[in-house]
């Protein structure tokens, strides 16, 4: 008996694969996040508060500090100022190749209203924000007064710069036998032609034959030097309230230590030809005034000048130098009748009114508001360019 196979029934075990992690897995896990959340925060916090604060003190005093020595690298090359206040400043310096071409002018202003920004411009083009919130500008200057290296340039007043009639002419031709330059100017000018011509020269000279009032409209303190003949103008440029006459021919120097008269001796000198009107005063003269002489038989003062920086009889300062000669109109004045020696008073009065004032360093002090201490930067001007005096 044949015995049949045994067929046996095998179980399948099947493998099986786990989707989650423990609760032990899930704690430490957990435990990890929270460290590093923890330590993230922390980052975060610290490098927030190394971010500095654009309106903490510190941080405002630095960027006052780095303003300041960026105005003064800048004027360091200044090659001329033509304002210059405490609380603004416009100069030029050489081409920077910035599409401009010649001298490029900078100007940097403040109001002077607490909490205003100080601002640039650079030629024409826009004025930005260098620095906000400035509680105080205060810009400072040294200067002096050089001699000048070349003969002066003269803008001279004439009824009619188109056609000058012969006192005019007799003057103009005189000035240009010492080799100065003479540009004349009409009395009626507008303030802007008078500002551009002042620009381009050395001194003033007022003649006698004018009209006051279209002077006076225009001439109040200008940068240049003034030499002045009319007595309508002793009170406007400033050396006493009122100018008068007196008969006479001749000056007493009272003062030869000065450049002016330097080249006389004390005592009579000869003014005109023949008995002429000499310009003088009465009045008592501004504390800047000084008094070369008085004419002869008079006790009058006359031939004044005063120096820059000079107390003028408002009690402004005078921008520049000013003489008042010893001559002036009354009845009509003739200019052929000045003297040799009057002729050196002037050729003198005119070369040491057009002295030029220069710039030798400026000082900046800025302080913004919240912040108790004041930036400084001082330099020294390299060109030391001229200005506009006081």
Same mark, same amino acid.
């Given at each position: 008996?044949?015995?049949?196979?045994?067929?046996?029934?095998?179980?399948?075990?099947?493998?099986?694969?786990?989707?989650?992690?423990?609760?032990?897995?899930?704690?430490?896990?957990?435990?990890?996040?929270?460290?590093?959340?923890?330590?993230?925060?922390?980052?975060?916090?610290?490098?927030?508060?190394?971010?500095?604060?654009?309106?903490?003190? $510190? %941080?405002?005093?630095?960027?006052?500090?780095?303003?300041? *020595?960026?105005?003064?690298?800048?004027?360091?090359?200044?090659?001329?100022? +033509?304002?210059?206040?405490?609380?603004?400043?416009?100069?030029?310096?050489?081409?920077?190749?910035?599409?401009?071409?010649?001298?490029? @002018?900078?100007?940097?202003?403040?109001?002077?209203?607490?909490? *205003?920004?100080?601002?640039?411009?650079?030629?024409?083009? $826009?004025?930005?924000?260098?620095?906000?919130?400035?509680?105080?500008?205060?810009?400072?200057?040294?200067?002096?007064?050089?001699?000048? @290296?070349?003969?002066?340039?003269?803008?001279?007043?004439?009824?009619?710069?188109?056609?000058?009639?012969?006192?005019?002419?007799?003057?103009?031709?005189?000035?240009?036998?010492?080799?100065? @330059?003479?540009?004349?100017?009409?009395?009626?000018?507008?303030?802007?032609?008078? *500002?551009?011509?002042?620009?381009?020269?050395?001194?003033?000279?007022?003649? *006698?034959?004018?009209?006051? +009032?279209?002077?006076?409209?225009?001439?109040?303190?200008?940068?240049?030097?003034?030499?002045?003949?009319? +007595?309508?103008?002793?009170?406007?440029?400033?050396?006493?309230?009122?100018?008068?006459?007196?008969?006479?021919?001749?000056?007493?120097?009272?003062?030869?230590?000065?450049?002016?008269?330097?080249?006389?001796?004390?005592?009579?000198?000869?003014?005109?030809?023949?008995?002429?009107?000499?310009?003088?005063?009465?009045?008592?003269?501004?504390?800047?005034?000084?008094?070369?002489?008085?004419?002869?038989?008079? +006790?009058?003062?006359?031939?004044?000048?005063?120096?820059?920086?000079?107390?003028?009889?408002?009690?402004?300062?005078?921008?520049?130098?000013?003489?008042?000669?010893?001559?002036?109109?009354?009845?009509?004045?003739?200019?052929?009748?000045?003297? $040799?020696?009057?002729? %050196?008073?002037?050729?003198?009065?005119?070369?040491?009114?057009?002295?030029? $004032?220069?710039?030798?360093?400026?000082?900046?002090?800025?302080?913004?508001?919240?912040?108790?201490? @004041?930036?400084?930067?001082?330099?020294?001007?390299?060109?030391?360019?001229?200005?506009?005096?006081?």
């Amino acid at each position: 008996m044949t015995s049949s196979p045994k067929h046996y029934k095998l179980s399948k075990r099947r493998s099986v694969s786990r989707s989650g992690h423990t609760l032990l897995e899930l704690l430490i896990s957990m435990s990890i996040m929270t460290i590093l959340m923890s330590a993230m925060t922390t980052v975060i916090v610290v490098a927030g508060h190394a971010i500095p604060d654009s309106q903490a003190p $510190t %941080t405002k005093k630095i960027k006052a500090m780095e303003l300041v *020595d960026q105005m003064g690298s800048e004027i360091f090359y200044a090659t001329s100022i +033509t304002e210059a206040s405490a609380n603004s400043i416009t100069f030029t310096v050489a081409d920077r190749g910035h599409g401009a071409a010649g001298p490029e @002018t900078i100007r940097y202003a403040w109001s002077g209203t607490l909490g *205003d920004p100080l601002t640039r411009q650079y030629n024409v083009g $826009t004025v930005i924000t260098m620095i906000d919130d400035v509680q105080l500008l205060n810009l400072s200057f040294e200067k002096r007064l050089e001699p000048l @290296t070349t003969f002066p340039r003269v803008l001279m007043f004439v009824a009619n710069e188109g056609s000058l009639v012969a006192q005019e002419t007799t003057r103009k031709n005189i000035m240009e036998s010492w080799g100065f @330059t003479v540009q004349p100017i009409s009395d009626n000018s507008t303030q802007d032609a008078f *500002d551009t011509a002042i620009a381009n020269n050395d001194v003033l000279y007022i003649p *006698d034959e004018l009209n006051s +009032t279209n002077v006076l409209a225009i001439v109040t303190n200008p940068s240049i030097g003034i030499v002045n003949e009319d +007595t309508a103008f002793y009170n406007a440029l400033g050396f006493t309230n009122k100018g008068n006459w007196a008969a006479a021919s001749n000056l007493i120097v009272q003062i030869n230590s000065h450049e002016i008269t330097s080249v006389f001796s004390l005592g009579s000198i000869q003014i005109f030809l023949t008995s002429d009107v000499m310009a003088v005063t009465t009045q008592t003269v501004s504390t800047g005034t000084q008094v070369l002489g008085i004419p002869e038989g008079y +006790t009058y003062s006359s031939l004044l000048v005063i120096d820059t920086g000079g107390e003028m009889i408002s009690g402004a300062m005078a921008r520049a130098r000013r003489v008042c000669l010893p001559w002036s109109g009354f009845n009509g004045f003739d200019f052929n009748n000045v003297a $040799t020696a009057g002729l %050196t008073i002037m050729r003198r009065a005119i070369v040491w009114a057009a002295a030029p $004032t220069v710039y030798t360093g400026a000082q900046i002090d800025l302080q913004l508001n919240g912040v108790s201490e @004041t930036a400084r930067s001082q330099v020294q001007i390299l060109n030391r360019p001229t200005g506009t005096g006081l």
